[in-house]
């Protein structure tokens, strides 16, 4: 098991404090899980904590068919990037750094390395690349942050830039940095095998019972198109693609589906763990039929 972390608390200051990355007492848990006809059928028997500490694990991202990236707390109160092994039941420190924290780990286009959103010693939040080989970092944009969240096409990343208001842009090259759109959620998510980047629009929203419901959004990258995806399910922000169709979204302890071309979001079921609630970020793996979904520690 990894050490028994400590948590910190990273504040930012964008001409206002702004954290990006709130951090709390969260865990990751694991089950069983495949589509059928448009739906996510959960194995109820297979749920496992990955995780299982009063502190900070969150974020998680498959890097391929049997490891799973994540951001937690260091012994020294550091967050760092960690590799779960699923088959192995193993975690191991991609990065362990004493003067930087490391957030939202995916894998790059060439797969030669995890990036991650890292908060520098001078307060710089800006997206690095760390070898899966184990190699020195390589800070990939010098002159973009400070960046809270992001995900890839074409080995650029689209990355949500804090500011008043944030926004989502794309480096077509060094000298075209385009803007996709302004006043976007933390989600920021490529739909499977196609160019288009999804978010959430926070500038289009609707109240359903008395809580919020924001639009999804694409872009098309190489079209520079955008495309609707209805709205997320009420009350929650975080959603990912199980497939180019199927979106999921959670909302307390249940999970919600949802064909990107229909409007109504089914129930796919619920998580129930005692002493766990509100499922948050979740990552999903076709190949080891697999939700990993966060949830925090009442």
Known sequence: MYPKFQIALVTLFISLSFNAFAQGNFDLIAID????SGKLVLDYNSIKLITDRPLY???????????????AVDEKGNNDIIIYNFEKDKF???????DRNE????LTDCGLYVSAVTVEPDGKQRLWLYPTNFGEPELLYDDIEPVGYYDWYDNKAAMFVLGQPNKLVYPYSKSELHTISE??????????????ITYIDKNVSKDVDGMKSYAIKGFDIEKRTYFDYGYT??????????????LLMGKGNDLY?????KTDWEKAGSIILEGYQNITRMAYSADLKKLVVVMERK
Do not use: C, H, Y
């Open 33 to 36: 899980g495949k589509k059928s």
């Open 233 to 246: 399910f009420p009350g929650s922000e975080d959603f990912i693609w199980l497939d180019n169709q199927l």
């Open 103 to 106: 957030f939202s780990p995916s």
């Open 183 to 196: 006043n976007v959620g933390r989600s920021v998510k490529k739909k499977p095998k196609t160019s288009i």
């Open 57 to 71: 694990d969150n974020q998680p991202a498959f890097i391929n068919d049997i490891q799973m990236a994540f951001s």
């Open 92 to 98: 191991t420190n991609l990065t362990k750094t004493a």
């Open 257 to 261: 589906v949802r064909k990107a071309e």
